[in-house]
């Protein structure tokens, strides 16, 4: 059975630095991109990054390239999200979601998601 | 990038049918054909319930169907139960160069 759970989420102050982590199991790891998505408070969903499976190719929604980097270790079946810069309006649950090949393509979807960790940024 | 277009909310009595509609651009929606839709319970992840605008995911409900026209797709609940109640989300692969998905702003589904 697939599992996703993320965890690291907390409150930081503007301008602050936090790193989410997203472990993975039941599944062949490699094989499978994996996206980082949040949802503000009481809002919808927005597709935030990814990472290929092979850990070479990332991408990044406009509003945090800079300051977001992915990365993975195929070896721990993990993947990271390192957050700097954080602004208040990075205020979200983030969820890690395994897409459903090995790279972001039209045809691909979020097919497990975790239940979400809570960034909070505020002073 | 705006997102995708959806009613805020739509209801409906137990057994009937209601649609929701998701209606983005040629740079989304209607220029691929891969549309996915997600379920999502208060305080809960979001649950795959179609992909590839009409497939439906194993034990996900044959009550839930998609389709798609031009640049609106459109998600469909027959035989409506209490149980459906919750917020509903199309996502699109996007053209846009500052992103890569775009979803929906979500619908509210009631019971009445």
């Known amino acids: 059975e697939v599992h996703v759970v993320e965890s690291g989420g907390n409150f930081v102050e503007p301008g602050g630095s936090l790193t989410l982590s997203c472990a993975a199991s039941g599944f062949s790891f490699p094989f499978f991109a994996v996206s980082w998505l949040r949802q503000l408070p009481g809002k919808g969903l927005e597709w935030v990054s990814s990472v290929s499976g092979d850990g070479d190719k990332a991408f990044y929604t406009d509003s945090v390239k800079g300051r977001f980097t992915i990365s993975r270790d195929n070896s721990k079946n993990a993947v990271s999200l390192h957050m700097s810069s954080l602004r208040a309006e990075d205020t979200a649950v983030y969820y890690c979601?395994?897409?459903?090949?090995?790279?972001?393509?039209?045809?691909?979807?979020?097919?497990?998601w975790g239940q979400g960790t809570l960034v909070t940024v505020s002073s | 990038q705006s997102a995708l277009t959806q009613p805020a909310s739509v209801s409906g009595s137990p057994g009937q049918s209601i649609t929701i509609s998701c209606t983005g651009t040629?740079?989304?929606?209607?220029?691929?054909?891969?549309v996915s839709w997600y379920q999502q319970f208060s305080g809960k992840a979001p649950k795959l319930i179609i992909f590839d605008v009409s497939n439906r995911p194993s034990g996900v409900s044959t009550r839930f169907s998609g389709s798609k026209s031009g640049n609106t797709a459109s998600l469909t609940i027959s035989g409506l139960q209490p149980e459906d109640e919750a917020d509903y989300y199309c996502?699109?692969?996007?053209?846009?160069?500052?992103?890569?998905?775009?979803f929906g702003t979500g619908t509210k589904v009631s019971v009445l």
């Open positions: 040629a740079n989304d929606v209607g220029g691929y054909t891969y």
């Open positions: 996502c699109s692969f996007t053209s846009s160069l500052a992103l890569l998905y775009v």
């Open positions: 979601a395994r897409v459903s090949g090995d790279f972001w393509s039209p045809e691909n979807y979020f097919d497990y």
